[in-house]
Every structure is written in C-alpha cells, then in structure tokens.
C-alpha cells in the first residue's frame, strides 16, 4: 500500500480513465533512477500507485522486484481464450530532476501542453497505455490477454524489461516511449568499449625510461576519428544512416613530473541493423593492431562494455499492420513511418521472439531543463492504443 504521506497523490476514481489527469498524479511522483543520480527516488512509490490504480480497475498484478528497491510490475487483463495477447511496454524512471526549470515534479498546463519531468520520457506514455488498457478490457471481454509492462531502470540498464521477459511473454508489444504520433520501426543500438594504452611510468626528467600513453593515445584518438569517417561514407539503413563512433571519457596520468604508465579512453559505438558488439570489436582490434604494428612502443587493451542490439521490426507484422490501420484513421492520413538514433526496450522484445513497434505522443524536452507532452496528442495515442488493443486481442 502506499504510505499515507503529504507528498503522495490520492488515487483516482476507478471510473476516471482520462489520461491528463493520470499524468498528472504520476509526474507528481519522484521516480528518478538511482543508477543515473545517487540517492534517486527509483520505482518504488510510483510503482505502488500504478498497481493500486490497475487492481482498482480489474487488472491482475505481478510485482517484480529482482533488483531491491527496483521494481517493475505486470498488470494482466485475462482474455476469454483463443485471442491474441498484447503487451503493452513503459518505463517507470526518469533522469535527474537537477537543472530542471521550475518544480519539476509539479505539473503544470499552458498552451495545450503539460510540463514536468516525465511528461514526455515517458509517464505520457505510461498514462496512455494505462488509461487504453483499461477502456478497451471495460468495453467487453476479449479473448486474448492485455498485459502491460510497468518496468524500472530503461534509462540506464533496462533491468526491468530484461526481468519482466523472464516470466512473461507476448503474441507482440508496443513500446510507447514518445515519437510524435509516428510509427517508429527501427532504433540503433550501442556498444561500450574502454581502451586503455599502456605507456611506462617514469620521472618527468627521463625520456629514455619512460613511455607517454597519453601520447600514444593521441595516436588512438585520431585514428578513431577517421574510423567515424569511415562509417559515415559507409553502406547506409533506409531508416537509420550509418553507425557512428565517439570518445566520451579520457584519463590519464597522475602528476605533472612522471610519464604517464596508462590512459583509458571509453567510446560509444552506435550500431545499425547488421552491426553487433563482436563485429564493432573486430573493427577497433583491426584499428589498434595496425597502431601497435606501426608506433612505436604501442601497447593497448581493449575490453567489451555494455551493449545493446539494433532494432529492426518487420513492417508487415500484425501489430504493426494492426496499429497504423488504426493512427491512420485517427490522424486522417497515413502515419510517418520513422527510426530513432537511441536505444529503447524495443530490442529486448524483439529479441524474445515478441513482434514489436514504437509509438508514443508529441511533445518535446527529454532529459532537458523543459520538458512536456502535447495534450491533444496524448489523448489520441490513447484512442489509437485502445482500438488497437480491442482488434488485436479480439
């Protein structure tokens, strides 16, 4: 139960399915991951409030809690049987309230939108599938499951659809992360790497003891640069362009009067479809082995961080078919077919065998100091979704 605490919303009327409102109330809760700011609120309440609110409304719930003070929940509509099941997928965290304009977690309405932290990235979302969820199962009984995927942690880890897709599984899903009331068929993926040029320590009066690796790293650093240059003349996604490649992080030394023994630099590789992890290590070992084959004293190692695949979903699919019959009345027109340059969930779903697509409201101000969601639109994506739901699962 959610502990009776000035700063926690009230539950809303069971019979009150407008998506605002449900906004609303989730903005008001702190749910900034713990893993991107020390000492973030994390899942915890907000996850409290949306299974009270599905329970209210019928729904059977399952809280997932592998991570301690990290929770997801599973909130299922059983269908009468011999019907499609449909997940519905969101993310429960957000960044940092830091540097936000305004009280962040007070949500306010101007001009047809409504800011706060999270509006756009992703409770908007949240509040949508939610709000569908619930009209289309009140309409009547459907024959296939309505399930919906509360998780915790997308913006750093994605613990928590990796943890839900442990016990539950889908005829096919829809991520509504925000795109515009655009259908979004693709997302790159991404591979961390650290690389750390080992040079020799010495006194700074020692040339001939010492090996600088922040200077063989310079060596690494330009040749990085030109392997970005590469992809970006390389073979290109219809969606998604080429992969990309950057230095985030460099450190390196100690003192000013010793050389340098080692410097680590960690890159980003963003990934299309075709690109994995193993082919993006191949390609940096082929750029470092020549650096240590031609500069003198070049010694490196190269060790795989995170990574996450590309997505890529099948434009004839059910559920992509299903969903753009249904936006395109709505909308009046063909919805913009579209593919994002981050990483989402939309990966490990399609990667559990579950037909997937991304499609979320308008607004704008992800992980920035203003953030919102078009209201209008966030009551379209809600019509969209549960009409969509209501054919899918019939």
């Avoid at 961390?192 to 040079?199: H, K, M, N, P, R």
């Avoid at 950057?246 to 080692?262: D, K, N, R």
Wanted: glycine fraction near 10%.
């Amino acid at each position: 139960m959610l502990p009776e605490t000035a700063s926690t919303p009230v539950l809303p009327d069971p019979l009150d399915l407008d998506p605002g409102r449900l906004l609303a109330r989730l903005i008001a809760i702190d749910s900034v991951n713990p893993d991107l700011v020390p000492g973030g609120a994390g899942e915890a309440v907000i996850a409290d409030f949306c299974s009270e609110w599905l329970a209210a409304r019928g729904f059977e719930v399952h809280a997932l809690e592998k991570r301690p003070g990290r929770p997801s929940l599973v909130a299922i509509a059983r269908g009468t049987g011999g019907g499609r099941s449909l997940m519905l997928n969101g993310h429960l965290d957000t960044v940092s309230l830091a540097d936000y304009d305004g009280d962040p977690l007070d949500p306010q309405i101007r001009d047809g939108r409504m800011f706060g932290r999270g509006t756009f990235d992703m409770k908007g979302g949240i509040a949508a599938m939610m709000v569908a969820a619930a009209r289309a199962t009140a309409r009547g009984p459907l024959r296939g499951d309505v399930i919906l995927a509360c998780v915790a942690d997308e913006e750093h880890g994605s613990s928590g659809t990796e943890e839900v897709l442990e016990s539950f599984t889908a005829d096919a899903a829809i991520v509504t992360e925000p795109s515009h009331l655009e259908v979004t068929l693709a997302h790159k993926g991404f591979a961390w790497f650290d690389v750390e040029i080992v040079g020799r320590a010495a006194h700074g009066s020692r040339p001939d003891l010492g090996i600088d690796s922040i200077a063989k790293a310079g060596h690494f650093l330009v040749a990085l640069e030109e392997l970005g240059r590469r992809l970006a003349q390389g073979p290109v996604h219809p969606l998604l362009g080429t992969g990309t490649v950057h230095a985030s992080v460099i450190q390196g030394g100690e003192e000013p009067s010793t050389y340098p023994a080692h410097c680590r630099i960690t890159l980003e590789r963003r990934t299309v479809p075709g690109e994995s992890a193993d082919s993006v290590e191949r390609e940096l070992t082929d750029v470092l082995d020549y650096l240590a084959a031609t500069v003198p004293d070049f010694r490196y190692r190269l060790t795989r961080g995170l990574h996450r695949e590309p997505f890529e979903a099948d434009p004839k699919a059910l559920i992509v078919r299903t969903l753009t019959r249904h936006a395109e009345r709505a909308l009046g027109h063909p919805p913009v077919v579209r593919a994002e340059p981050f990483w989402t969930d939309c990966a490990l779903l399609d990667r559990a065998g579950i037909p997937c697509l991304l499609f979320g409201a308008d607004g704008a101000g992800a992980h920035a100091a203003t953030e919102y969601v078009d209201l209008a639109s966030l009551d379209r994506l809600t019509d969209i979704l549960t009409d969509t739901i209501a054919d899918f699962c019939f």
